[in-house]
């Protein structure tokens, strides 16, 4: 099965309404990263959180490393944040290598 | 800086056709990606180098996938031959060393094949 889940799938919100945006995972990570992707464009790395709780203008990311989750929070969306969220984590071990989830589709509305 | 850049940005190939992607990481990266993005699967590894030795070749994707890297800043992924379920965006990333782990990914290339 898909070793990062992300729920969930889509999202619609009216601006200025907060998103919280969920993963999970089932292996252990030594890392996690955030990604957002516009629509047709490529990803851009958001936050690098493996554990604890870190903050980027209106994001607030939260890793419980214990637990295996993650959860992203926008506060006060707007239209330009539409678009799709990734989670990805660096399993342990040699390869170092990401392993995404299928992402959170994000459409805010004016 | 330069960021990641992946030329063509769209190609069209017809079925059994060679073709061949490129990737230019960021300058002083050490790691290069290549991956393949679909709706239903998601990002999915296809090549890992580590100061251009290739670290995991992606398994399934061995047999019509061959991605290279003759030197530190350019790398090739040749799609021999295509087939229609090969239609994807290919992505290719980068990063350095440290304790960031951080990924920079390139714009794709989107590959349609008839």
């Known amino acids: 099965g898909q070793q990062v889940q992300q729920s969930p799938s889509s999202l619609v919100l009216q601006e200025g309404e907060n998103a919280e945006l969920q993963c999970n995972f089932s292996?252990?990570?030594?890392?996690l990263q955030w990604f957002y992707q516009s629509p047709g464009g490529s990803l851009v790395s958001l936050l690098s959180n493996p554990s604890g709780t870190k903050h980027t203008g209106r994001l607030t990311s939260t890793t419980v490393t214990k637990e295996r989750r993650s959860s992203l929070h926008i506060s006060s969306s707007q239209t330009t944040d539409s678009g799709t969220y990734l989670c990805?984590?660096?399993?342990?071990?040699?390869?170092?290598?990401?392993?995404f989830g299928l992402g959170t589709t994000l459409q805010v509305q004016p | 800086d330069a960021g990641v850049t992946q030329t063509p940005r769209h190609e069209v190939a017809e079925k059994g056709q060679t073709i061949i992607l490129k990737c230019e990481p960021v300058?002083?990266?050490?790691?290069l990606f290549w991956y393949r993005q679909t709706k239903i699967q998601g990002l999915e590894l296809l090549s890992y180098f580590r100061s251009k030795s290739l670290m995991e070749d992606g398994g399934a994707f061995k047999d019509r996938f061959k991605a290279e890297m003759l030197n530190s800043s350019f790398s090739t992924l040749k799609i021999q031959p295509t087939e229609p379920k090969d239609s994807a965006v290919y992505l290719c990333a980068s990063r350095g060393q440290g304790s960031s782990y951080e990924q920079y990914f390139g714009p794709g290339t989107r590959l349609t094949v008839l």
């Open positions: 292996s252990t990570a030594t890392q």
């Open positions: 990805a984590i660096d399993q342990t071990g040699n390869t170092r290598k990401l392993i």
């Open positions: 300058s002083g990266h050490n790691d």
